[in-house]
C-alpha cells in the first residue's frame, strides 16, 4: 500500500538484496517522513548503526535480529528538541504555579538540592520515560552542576543527546548555590564540551544553555555565545514564555526579549529558543531573518498557564517551529504523542481545524527537529546511510483502529504505550515497550532513593 501523494525515492526504496544484515524490521507501515503524506508496507534494514535499505516488497536477505512489525507503523525516532531531564524527580510535585513562581518556589531549589546521583538518577528517568516514548534524540537543559552525570546516564542508556549545563550568574531570589561565577561557569562547560562532544561514535553533543534573559549578566550571555561559536556547538535558551517575564526583561533592559537576545549575539541558525509565546511582530520577523528555531512546548504553556504559541504565524513567516515536552514538573510528562496532539490541535481556535494537520505535527517531531539541530543528514528520516534512529508504534490497540490515514492514528490515537521497539544507531534500546539497556527493576529502586534524598535536603533548605 502506497500513500496519496508518495513518490518512489530510488534508493531508498529499492528492493534489497543484501548479505546477512544487523537487524530487519519486517512488514511494517512504514512512514519514512521524507514527504508529506508518505507511507507504504515493507521492510527496514539496519547494518553497522546505519539504514542499508527501505524495501517496498520484503527484505530477501538474512539478519542477525528479526522484528515483526505487522500491524504497526515503523517511523524515525522523535527529536525533542526542549526537554530537562535532570528536573525528572520534582514531577507531580510543582503544580498549580506559573513560571515565575514555579522556578523561583520549587524548579531552583529542587535544583539547588540536587547531588551528583540526583542528577543522574533524574536523568535515567527522563531518559528512559523519552526513549520508551520514541524520543530517540532531545536538546537537553542540565542544572548548573554535575553535568558528567546527564552524559554518563545518557551514554549508558542509549539515547542520542544534546544537552548541555545551565548558566546562571545573577537572579535575585534563586538560592545561592545555584549562583555561578561567571568565567568558572563558563569554563566548566567548555570542560564538559570537551570531554563529551562527540563521544559514543557521535551520538552525545555538546549544546551551550544559558537559562533565560533574567538568569545571566550580559558577560554570561555574550560568553556561552562566544564560546558556542568558537567550538561549533549549539546553543539553547528559553525566551518570550510568560507575560511577567517579557515585562521583567523590558524593565530590566529597555528591551524586548528578542532583541535583548540579539543584542548579546543570542539569535541565529545555531540557536534553538524555547517557548516564543508572547511575540511582537517584528520579534517574529528578527527570528526568520536570522534562521532561529522556536521549539514549541503547548503541554508546559498550558499547563503553567502561559498562553498558546501561534505557530501558524511563526511558520508562515518562515521561522523554523519544532517540538518538544520541556520539564517534567510543568508538563508532567515527556510524551511527544501530546506535543503533536496540542501542536496539532490548539491553532484550530484562532485559524480553523485544518491549517496544521497529523503529517505537519510528525514532520515537525521528526525531520525539522533534526535539522534545528543540525542532524539532518544523520537523522530525521528513514533512508539509506542514515543512522537508524527509529521506532515501531503499534497500531493495533484501539484508538488505533480501524484504520484510517496513519499519520491520523498515531498523530490523534497514540500514546507512549503504543510504543512497542525503539533502535537509536543500530541498536535495540526497547523492545516490546521494556527498556534494554538497564535493569528497570535496579532503576526504580535508585530513583525512589534519590527522589527521598533530594525531598530532605530541599526541606533542610527551607
Ligand atoms: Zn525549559
Redesign the pocket.
Known amino acids: 500500500m502506497t500513500g496519496a501523494g508518495a513518490k518512489p525515492t530510488g534508493e531508498a526504496r529499492k528492493t534489497a538484496s543484501f548479505g546477512r544484515a544487523d537487524l530487519v524490521i519486517r512488514n511494517g507501515l512504514i512512514l519514512p517522513m521524507t514527504s508529506m503524506g508518505e507511507f507504504f508496507t515493507g521492510d527496514v534494514v539496519i547494518d553497522d548503526g546505519r539504514i542499508v535499505a527501505v524495501p517496498t516488497g520484503s527484505f530477501d536477505g538474512a539478519a542477525n535480529l528479526e522484528i515483526d512489525a505487522a500491524g504497526a507503523a515503523v517511523l524515525p525516532g522523535f527529536v525533542q528538541a526542549?526537554?530537562?531531564v535532570v528536573q525528572s524527580l520534582l514531577r507531580h510535585q510543582a503544580d498549580g504555579l506559573e513560571l515565575l513562581d514555579w522556578l523561583r518556589r520549587r524548579t531552583l531549589p529542587y535544583e539547588a538540592a540536587l547531588d551528583g546521583d540526583g542528577v543522574e538518577a533524574a536523568a535515567e528517568l527522563g531518559i528512559t520515560e523519552l526513549l520508551t516514548g520514541g524520543t530517540t534524540c532531545a536538546l537537553d537543559?542540565g542544572t548548573t552542576h554535575n553535568h558528567d552525570r546527564v552524559f554518563r546516564a545518557a551514554e549508558r542508556l542509549g539515547i542520542r543527546i544534546v544537552s548541555g549545563k545551565t548558566h546562571m550568574d545573577r537572579g535575585g531570589d534563586a538560592p545561592e548555590a545555584l549562583i555561578e561565577d561567571t568565567e568558572l561557569s563558563l569554563a566548566e562547560a567548555e570542560g564538559l564540551g570537551s570531554r563529551w562532544h562527540g563521544a559514543a561514535d557521535g551520538r552525545l553533543q555538546y549544546a551551550v544553555a544559558p537559562r533565560f534573559a533574567l538568569s545571566c549578566s550580559a558577560e554570561m550571555l555574550q560568553g556561552c555565545a562566544a564560546l558556542a561559536r568558537r567550538r561549533g556547538w549549539l546553543l539553547q535558551s528559553?525566551a518570550s514564555e510568560n507575560r511577567d517575564e517579557v515585562r521583567e526583561v523590558r524593565a530590566m533592559s529597555g528591551l524586548g526579549n528578542i532583541e535583548f537576545l540579539r543584542r548579546h549575539q543570542l539569535l541565529g541558525a545555531d540557536v534553538v529558543l524555547?517557548?516564543g509565546v508572547h511575540l511582537e511582530p517584528d520579534e517574529i520577523t528578527l527570528l526568520a531573518k536570522t534562521g532561529t528555531t522556536i521549539c514549541h512546548?503547548p503541554g508546559?504553556n498550558l499547563k503553567l498557564a502561559s498562553g498558546i504559541a501561534d505557530i501558524v504565524r511563526l511558520r508562515q513567516e518562515g521561522v523554523r517551529v519544532v517540538l518538544g515536552a520541556?520539564?517534567p514538573p510543568?508538563n508532567n510528562r515527556l510524551s511527544m504523542f501530546h506535543e503533536m496532539q496540542l501542536a496539532a490541535t490548539l491553532p484550530g481556535l484562532t485559524h480553523g481545524p485544518t491549517v496544521v494537520g497529523a503529517w505537519h505535527a510528525l514532520e515537525m517531531a521528526t525531520r525539522i527537529g533534526a535539522e534545528a539541530l543540525g542532524l539532518s543528514a544523520e537523522i530525521g528520516t528513514l533512508e539509506v546511510g542514515k543512522r537508524a534512529d527509529l521506532q515501531v508504534v503499534d497500531l493495533n490497540h484501539w484508538s488505533g483502529l480501524p484504520g484510517g490515514d496513519p499519520a491520523s492514528r498515531l498523530v490523534f490515537g497514540c500514546s507512549p504505550q503504543a510504543v512497542r521497539d525503539v533502535v537509536v544507531d543500530g541498536r535495540l534500546v526497547v523492545s516490546r515497550g521494556r527498556l534494554q539497556s538497564a535493569s528497570e527493576d535496579d532503576l526504580r529502586l535508585r530513583i525512589a532513593e534519590a527522589w527521598k534524598a533530594t525531598l530532605h535536603r530541599m526541606e533542610e533548605a527551607v
Do not use: E
Request: proline share 0%; charged share 10%.
Open positions: 526542549h526537554v530537562h537543559f528559553h524555547a517557548h512546548c508546559t520541556d520539564g510543568c
